[in-house]
């Protein structure tokens, strides 16, 4: 008797083949999250905000659907690092990190479309209804808050924000090695990212906000040198450290 063997080939492996960004090599930074996280919201998602409270059905739905449809690529802890993402340009962002930064239209869009509008491979996610969708983005969130523990199931490290500090630190080093920037350039880089992360933190209410990400970090730093954490030369020289990493390829 002849045995049927049935391939099954998950929506992942056919992702990672329709791969086009020709990008740089991995591991070599450059992978253009910058330029995404830049990108104008197109208008259809613009403005929208999460109308589903991160509660615990909320978190428990997000995380039986981030185990079989993202954590392949996105690592169980969300820091990009699932095993069917390593062979990916550019690799899968870790969202764990990315949502405490973004607001909700511009993690609703970039899970709703994918990689779309830029080529990548992060597939659409449409064919989920909007709460799922939603539901994904509070458990993604927290995933990077510490809110939730990741399932373990296909791999990958917890979110931990030294690994995070530590990638930067390794970036703005190769950025000083290169005379991308200079040694002081890189103490003020890292103390103004500091502030506006921990402003972030404190004020929640920011990633909720509408208004793209150039917008948003605008608000932020004008906040923190009113506040006098920051003074308005380093806020100036923030972003401009920040251009010069972006177009170098550096900074991912
Ligand atoms: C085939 C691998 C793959 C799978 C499966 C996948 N992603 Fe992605 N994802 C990527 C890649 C690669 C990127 C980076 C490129 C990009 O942003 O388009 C990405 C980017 C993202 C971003 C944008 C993050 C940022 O910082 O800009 C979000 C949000 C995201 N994925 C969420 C999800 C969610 C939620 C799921 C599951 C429903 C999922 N992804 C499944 C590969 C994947």
Same mark, same amino acid.
């Given at each position: 008797?002849?045995?049927?063997?049935? &391939?099954?080939?998950?929506?992942?492996?056919?992702?990672?083949? #329709? $791969?086009?960004?020709?990008?740089?090599? *991995?591991?070599?930074?450059?992978? /253009?999250?910058?330029?995404?996280?830049?990108?104008?919201?197109? =208008?259809?998602?613009? /403005?929208?905000?999460?109308?589903?409270?991160?509660?615990?059905?909320?978190?428990? +739905?997000?995380?039986?659907?981030?185990?079989?449809?993202?954590?392949?690529?996105?690592?169980?802890?969300?820091?990009?690092? /699932? *095993? =069917?993402?390593?062979?990916?340009?550019?690799?899968?962002?870790?969202?764990?990190?990315?949502? @405490?930064?973004?607001?909700?239209?511009?993690?609703?869009? +970039?899970? $709703?479309?994918?990689?779309? *509008?830029?080529?990548?491979?992060?597939?659409?996610?449409?064919? &989920?209804?909007?709460?799922? +969708?939603?539901? &994904?983005?509070?458990?993604?969130?927290?995933?990077?808050?510490?809110?939730?523990? *990741?399932?373990?199931?296909?791999?990958? #490290?917890?979110?931990?924000?030294?690994?995070? =500090?530590? @990638?930067?630190?390794?970036? &703005?080093?190769?950025?000083?090695?290169?005379?991308?920037?200079?040694?002081?350039? #890189?103490?003020?880089?890292?103390?103004?990212?500091?502030?506006?992360?921990?402003? +972030?933190?404190?004020?929640?209410?920011?990633?909720?906000?509408?208004?793209?990400?150039?917008?948003?970090?605008?608000?932020?730093?004008? #906040?923190?040198?009113?506040?006098?954490?920051?003074?308005?030369?380093? =806020?100036?020289?923030?972003?401009?450290?920040?251009?010069?990493?972006?177009?170098?390829?550096?900074?991912?």
């Amino acid at each position: 008797m002849k045995k049927v063997i049935l &391939l099954v080939v998950p929506m992942f492996l056919i992702a990672a083949c #329709a $791969s086009q960004d020709g990008g740089m090599g *991995p591991g070599m930074g450059g992978n /253009g999250m910058m330029e995404r996280h830049h990108a104008e919201i197109p =208008a259809e998602y613009a /403005g929208i905000t999460n109308p589903i409270p991160a509660d615990t059905e909320s978190l428990e +739905r997000g995380g039986e659907l981030y185990t079989v449809n993202c954590a392949s690529c996105h690592g169980d802890g969300g820091m990009g690092d /699932g *095993p =069917a993402g390593s062979a990916l340009d550019p690799a899968p962002s870790p969202i764990a990190h990315s949502s @405490q930064m973004m607001t909700d239209d511009y993690l609703f869009w +970039r899970v $709703s479309e994918g990689g779309t *509008p830029f080529n990548t491979s992060m597939p659409p996610w449409k064919v &989920l209804d909007e709460q799922s +969708r939603w539901d &994904l983005v509070n458990y993604m969130r927290a995933l990077g808050d510490g809110t939730v523990q *990741p399932v373990s199931g296909m791999g990958g #490290a917890a979110y931990d924000p030294k690994i995070q =500090a530590a @990638q930067q630190a390794e970036i &703005l080093a190769k950025a000083v090695e290169q005379d991308v920037i200079t040694e002081e350039e #890189a103490d003020t880089f890292t103390t103004v990212h500091d502030a506006v992360e921990q402003y +972030r933190i404190t004020h929640p209410e920011v990633i909720q906000s509408s208004g793209n990400a150039t917008e948003r970090e605008a608000a932020i730093l004008s #906040a923190l040198v009113d506040e006098n954490i920051i003074t308005q030369i380093q =806020a100036d020289a923030f972003q401009d450290i920040h251009d010069r990493l972006g177009t170098s390829g550096l900074m991912p």
